[in-house]
Each structure stands twice: as C-alpha cells, then as structure tokens.
C-alpha cells in the first residue's frame, strides 16, 4: 500500500452547475481534513483530487477514463448530473472502481444494478411519487401543466411525477417541453389553459423564472417541483418574493432540512465559516465521502493493510454508516440505492425553504392503487 489512500471526487466545476459542483467538492474536501486530523485511515492520510467534468456526458467519461488509469484510487465521489453518473458509472464498472454518488437521481443509474455503483440520494421515481401523493391526497390537487427541460433529469422526474399522479385519478392537462437555460417564459405562460390547480416543473435552472412568469400573468396557482429547484442560488434569489405570492412553492429534496438530525447543523456551522451557507446538497456530499472512507477503512481490517478496488467493493455492501443527513443508517439494497433515504417537502417562508413533510423511503415510490388515503406523514 501508498504512503496515503487516494480518492477522487468528479463534479461540475464549471457550465450552469458550477455553483453546485463547488458545493460538493468543497463539502467532501471538509470531510476529508476532518478525517486527516483525527488520524486519516488507520493511520495513513487521506489525499482526495476532483476533477471537472463540466456537466457534460464526454468531459464525464474522460474524467472516469482518467481516474480508472490511476491503480492508487479506490474510489470516487462523483457525479452530480444524471446523464454523466450514468456514462461514468460503466466505465468505473469495467475497472471495478467504487462510485458513490451523492445527488444524481435518474431511476436508470440503479436499475442496471452495476456492482461498483452507490447512490446516497433518493431515486426519480421515489420523490415523484412521494410529491405526487402529498399534491394530491393533502392538497387535492388533480389537475397539472407539467413543464420539463430538455434534459435526462428533466425528463426522468417529470415521467415519475406524471406516472404517480395520473395513477392516483390526478390528470395532465398540458405537457411542455423548455430549453435548459431560456429565461423568457412569457410566451409559454400566455398559452396555458386557466382550467389546472398546479405546475410541476421538472429541472434545475429555468423554475424561478417560470414561477415568474406566471405571477406576472396573473396565475396564481400552486408551483411545485423537483429538488433541481431545491437551491438557494438557482431558484431562491432569482425567485424572491415570487415564491410567497399566490398558493406559493411545494419543492422536494431528497434530504430532510438542516438540523433535523445529530449532526446536521453542527456540520453546516463548519461548512459556512469557511464557505458561506449551504445552498444545496452538501449535507449528501460530507455524508457519501464519509460513507466511501468507512468502506475503505473496513477493507483496510479484513485485508490487513492492502485493500484492492474490489475489497472496497464487499466492504461498502456490507456497510452500515450512520451519518447526518437521514435518521436510519445508511445500507444498500441489492441495486446499490440507500434504503435510508427520505422525501422532504418544503415551502418558501421570508425567504427560506421551511420543510413541511417527510415521506420515508417505502411510503414514497409505489402508488397503491387499492387505497388513495395519505399514508403517514412526519410533519414540523
């Protein structure tokens, strides 16, 4: 074995997510110094690399490319969009590199069941269904105007939301397709019909603008959506007091509010001193690397001393980590998804998302088509 055990973070570092990637990265890189002044891994430091793959498919697979040709890497934390999680995972997958990824949600990453593949958020289909239920049981909303971008995560929360709604007797009034990355959304909101109770919107960086849009038009329906709007930067400031007016926001995340758990609020005191707050998924973040360095530290003990790639592999399968960001402790089901994981849903208050709900794992991913009552609900 090396003088120090070597990991790898992939992240967007620039392109639309790059405020996102940072995040990541510097969450990781905090857990990671907090590791190394506790001692590192039995006794050897920590180093950790992150690499930009841009948000971008071809920039995602040079960057596994590259980390799969370093042997001293056993593992990496990565990535953050979708469509690159997915293009990467194979190629971590020939080379029997660990990848745990802290935020990518598509429902496809998982269902291959590739055995090096983690995923510490929650799945499409899971929060899709769980919003879908609230909307529709709580708030008895039945009529949507589904707007997606034209992305993979766009189209995948936007399948999952349609699919749980309309099993529920919800209908789609209107589906719209939008270009990541369009501000004007006048024109799309002139030629919606008046006659639906709520938009959900499927995608990241377009949603403040089309709850804009909406306000100025006079519609005040519901704006709901998927964590891609779950952000401070992306949707909060560009939002502003538009999130308050009308029947307001219901925004998923695919982790409980900061503080709910041991740990949490402690963590983001760290993280602001040094970075300022949090403004999306860093609690995941600090939590996979964390979960990838208790695998390599238990391959450390059953090989004593010299853990390869697939040592790593049996070690995280058998792992139980309990962290900061859900209740129960992290563990894998067959297809390398957590089984911790939650629904939260949030509104926007003075500014702030304020959680309103919290759907375990097994109430939020299938419809039960015999009973149409809420199941229950954790709310604050």
């Known amino acids: 074995m090396s003088e120090a055990i070597r990991i790898a973070i992939g992240a967007p570092l620039s392109g639309n997510a790059a405020a996102l990637g940072a ?65 990467a995972a194979e190629i971590y997958a020939a080379h ?33 269904a769980a919003i879908s239920r609230h909307l529709y049981d709580t708030m008895g909303k039945r009529r949507a105007v589904l707007v997606e971008t034209e992305t993979i995560y766009g189209h ?19 589906r719209r397709t939008v270009r990541e990355g369009s501000r004007d959304f006048d024109p799309l909101v002139a030629s919606l019909r008046a006659d639906f109770d709520l938009l959900f919107y499927g995608g990241s960086f377009e949603g403040a603008f089309i709850l804009r849009a909406m306000r100025r038009a006079g519609l005040h329906q519901l704006f709901a959506s998927g964590d891609g709007c779950w952000d401070a930067v992306n949707f909060l400031e560009p939002a502003g007091e538009t999130a308050t007016l009308g029947e307001g926001v219901l925004v998923l995340s695919a982790t409980p509010e900061v503080g709910r758990f041991a740990g949490s609020s402690d963590f983001a005191a760290r993280y602001a001193t040094l970075f300022g707050p949090i403004g999306n ?10 979960v990838l360095i208790a695998a390599i530290r238990d391959a450390i003990t059953e090989t004593k001393g010299n853990p390869s790639r697939r040592d790593v592999l049996t070690a995280m399968r058998k792992l139980r980590f309990k962290g900061i960001a859900y209740s129960d402790p992290v563990q894998w089901d067959e297809k390398g998804d957590n089984l911790a994981v939650v629904t939260a849903l949030n509104v926007v208050e003075n500014g702030r998302f304020r959680q309103v709900a919290e759907i ?12 149409r009552r809420p199941r229950q609900f954790l709310s604050r």
């Open 23 to 87: 995040e990541m990265k510097q969450a990781i890189e905090l857990a990671v110094e907090e590791q190394n002044a506790d001692g590192g891994i039995a006794g050897f430091p920590i180093m950790v690399e992150g690499a930009d793959d841009q948000g971008k498919v071809e920039t995602g697979r040079q960057v596994a490319d590259d980390f799969c040709n370093r042997p001293d890497l056993l593992g990496v934390v990565g990535h953050y969009n979708s469509n690159v999680t997915i293009a």
């Open 96 to 128: 029997d590199l660990p990848m745990i990824t802290p935020i990518a949600s598509d429902t496809a990453l998982t269902e291959r069941s590739l055995p090096n593949v983690f995923r510490f958020t929650n799945r499409d289909d899971q929060t899709g």
């Open 156 to 174: 995948s929360i936007g399948i999952a939301f349609s699919r749980a709604f309309l099993s529920l007797g919800g209908r789609i009034a209107e």
């Open 281 to 290: 998924y860093a609690v995941n973040c600090y939590d996979s690397v964390r």
């Open 360 to 371: 375990p794992r097994t109430q939020g991913g299938l419809i039960d088509a015999a009973s």
